[in-house]
């Protein structure tokens, strides 16, 4: 079996990626300091290491002989990066370059790195895609294109793929953290108050895309020798407005009503993906449509129970 390292594999998208490459074969090795993971959701047959990746002995605790690196590890909310702007440093740039050293050290075959749409910025209303400017508005977005930068600084001795995650949703979601997630925050207030409070205009738009083909792109993306050396867009191409998401889980939750107060530090105005190098990179082109995603996130969510009193925004 070939082994891969999965970094923030106790979090909602490597947890998933993590028992996909299990179920096809992988020998995966699995990284987490549980500072926004959960334990619990980490597949048993995960070797796991419980470490912080800014540490300058992490690639000590990480076994020899992993031939791909899947790095999802890291602070995942432009709201929360300007809470601390160093440590959200540490953990989505720093951590990129130990395991940067890592992979060099260990001839590692390809580094397939979670970057984000927050690198962008704020953009027209158009389809974006990987070739524009960067200019991005939270900390979040400043490390995440940091940590673009180091991969192609390495690149001739790490070869990598870096894929920038539009919003992505679905079953597994944390439905606790209030402050990353548009979907998961919205659905958990319905559930949980019936009451939706939303910072920001509702002429805000995004590029939702379902957990499930998200694991398939990051499968082909670590497979695939098409995507190394590319930067692609994991999105849908598809344009939703907030007031649009709003009114399909209102519909999804027929108790829940929506208000707006505030707005949100660093948010984008609105963004969602040119897909086309994704297509012709990856070969794929079919998205989960997003009344068919909302629905079965709706009903995981129904069922793992939601918490009263969830009141915080996006």
């Not at 998208?13 to 299990?22: D, P, V």
């Not at 995440?144 to 930068?149: H, M, N, V």
């Not at 790490?158 to 992505?168: H, Q, T």
Request: net charge neutral; hydrophobic share 40%; proline share 4%.
């Amino acid at each position: 079996m070939e082994k891969i390292l999965i970094t923030g594999v106790a979090g909602f998208i490597g947890s998933h990626i993590a028992r996909r490459l299990l179920r096809d074969g992988y020998e995966v090795v699995g990284i987490d300091d549980l500072s926004g993971g959960d334990i619990a959701s980490v597949p048993p047959e995960v070797d796991f290491i419980q470490a912080d990746l800014a540490g300058k002995s992490v690639a000590q605790s990480i076994p020899s002989g992993c031939r791909k690196i899947l790095h999802l590890a890291g602070q995942s909310s432009g709201e929360i990066s300007f809470d601390d702007p160093v440590a959200d440093l540490e953990k989505n740039t720093l951590s990129t370059l130990n395991l940067i050293r890592y992979g060099i050290e260990n001839r590692v075959e390809r580094i397939v790195y979670a970057s984000s749409m927050s690198v962008y910025g704020a953009v027209e209303d158009a389809p974006i895609d990987e070739d524009h400017l960067c200019s991005p508005l939270s900390c979040y977005g400043v490390g995440k294109l940091a940590a673009e930068g180091y991969l192609r600084v390495y690149m001739r001795k790490l070869p990598f793929v870096l894929l920038r995650m539009f919003n992505v949703y679905g079953p597994g979601q944390n439905m606790k953290n209030l402050r990353q997630g548009m979907v998961s925050i919205y659905l958990a207030q319905a559930l949980a108050n019936g009451s939706i409070e939303v910072k920001g205009s509702l002429d805000r738009f995004r590029d939702f895309i379902y957990i499930d083909d998200v694991v398939e792109v990051w499968r082909r993306a670590v497979t695939q020798p098409s995507s190394l050396g590319r930067t692609l867009n994991v999105g849908t191409g598809v344009r939703t407005t907030v007031e649009a998401l709003l009114k399909r889980i209102c519909r999804l939750v027929p108790t829940a009503e929506y208000f707006v107060q505030g707005a949100t530090p660093g948010d984008q105005s609105g963004i969602y993906a040119d897909t086309r190098k994704l297509q012709s990179s990856l070969g794929f082109d079919t998205f989960t449509q997003l009344d068919q995603g909302l629905a079965k996130f709706a009903e995981w969510a129904r069922g793992v129970g939601v918490d009263r009193g969830a009141g915080v925004h996006s």
